[in-house]
């Protein structure tokens, strides 16, 4: 990860992103002007680089990860319940909506923020052009206007 300190309280990021089915699209994005963040998270150790569950991460103009946090991933869509034989089944629930509300630091040298999710299917919108193409491993990379 990144050797930047960050020193708290600083600028602030907030990105509301809205997943219908496969289609990402950016609700909101505002800057705060003071705020005090959640650490940077490491992956736990042992764990590759896929990494299953979701995170998002904060990158640098050369692809240095600055700001990372991991949690359970809101893209999850799968649906357990028990079939008239008794067995337990899972179903991938379609229809699905998920907001994902993600805060990060407002530094100068942030250029975009990129999200995992080991449930869906890659996926990579750049904001400047608005193309949609598939990308190994990113689900959605916004490029921050500085």
Known sequence: MGAIKISYPCRVRRLLVRVVDSNWEI?????????TLAKSQEFPAGSSSRYLGFCFEVLDANGQVLYRRI??????RITE???DGGVLRCTH???HEALIDVLFPDLPQVEAVRFFSSTEAPLEIDRQTDSIRNQPNAKLIVKTNK
């Open 27 to 35: 609700v909101r994005d505002t800057r705060i002007s003071s705020k």
């Open 81 to 83: 319940y028990v079939d």
């Open 93 to 95: 629930a379609s229809g």
């Open 71 to 76: 949690g359970n991933d809101p893209l999850n």
